[in-house]
């Protein structure tokens, strides 16, 4: 082999690794007019229309978990797992957040006061170990959806169990929902039961439905468009 041959099989790859490159790029909306950082400056996403009212999205069953037996595991890669019972999940330190709300059927609702048990401090709680990459949830009526680890550690992410200053309501996701205000509404589990954390990532309800693995509103990923 010439070392002419080799120079292009040299720079043949590299050009494969810089089209993958730009593929990612186009993906993550990268080299769209002002970055994405940008548009998430508007506090409206692109292609939402603002309510006043909260709508209710749910499949059709609403479970009713009275406190009583209400309970939360949160287990997988963890160096502790744990089983919350309503009074000692109620005990854990509350923080309150406002925040706005995105549908991934293009409603979105601004100013929503939430109080709950941070996303921080479960992790400062369960310590996740060194392989857990992803975060799934799973509710009471069955619902399952999935986050990177990155996306739940933040500080606005809670497990919330008021909403301006009210239980939140059975039809809401009472008694404890997740609430993510950086990805569409789907992302926010209602209903929870248990969170889990794995190495390996296991697309929810909606993310095996055509919708999109990550839901970043103001990336608009709605539809998973590779499939
Ligand atoms: N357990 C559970 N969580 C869920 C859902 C669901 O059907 N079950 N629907 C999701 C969807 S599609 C949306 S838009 C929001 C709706 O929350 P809301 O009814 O409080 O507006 O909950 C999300 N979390
Ligand atoms: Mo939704």
Not at 42 to 67: C, F, K, S, Y
Not at 198 to 220: A, C, I, T
Request: hydrophobic share 35%; net charge negative; with cysteine.
């Amino acid at each position: 082999m010439t070392s002419d041959n080799e120079g292009v099989g040299f720079f043949g790859r590299i050009k494969d690794k810089l089209i993958d490159s730009k593929q990612k790029w186009a993906r993550d909306g990268r080299l769209l007019t002002g970055s994405a950082d940008l548009r998430r400056a508007n506090r409206l996403p692109p292609g939402q229309r603002l309510v006043q009212n909260w709508p209710v999205l749910d499949l059709g069953v609403q479970p009713d978990i009275p406190t009583s037996i209400w309970r939360l595991t949160i287990d997988g890669l963890v160096e502790h797992p744990t089983v919350w019972k309503w009074g000692e999940f109620t005990d854990e330190p509350m923080v309150k957040y406002r925040s706005d709300i995105h549908c991934v059927t293009a409603w979105s609702r601004y100013d929503n006061d939430w109080e709950g048990v941070s996303a921080r401090h479960i992790l400062d709680v369960v310590k996740p170990k060194p392989q857990a990459r992803h975060v799934i949830f799973y509710s009471y009526d069955t619902y399952t959806t999935n986050v990177p680890l990155e996306a739940f550690d933040d500080d606005d992410t809670l497990l919330a169990i008021k909403w301006h200053g009210e239980p939140i309501s059975q039809e809401h996701g009472g008694p404890v929902r997740v609430v993510i205000p950086k990805l569409y509404f789907w992302k926010s589990a209602k209903w929870i039961k248990r969170i889990e954390f794995s190495e390996h990532d296991k697309p929810g309800f909606w993310e095996v439905r055509g919708y999109h693995n990550n839901g970043d509103p103001w990336l608009e990923e709605r539809y998973d468009t590779e499939a």
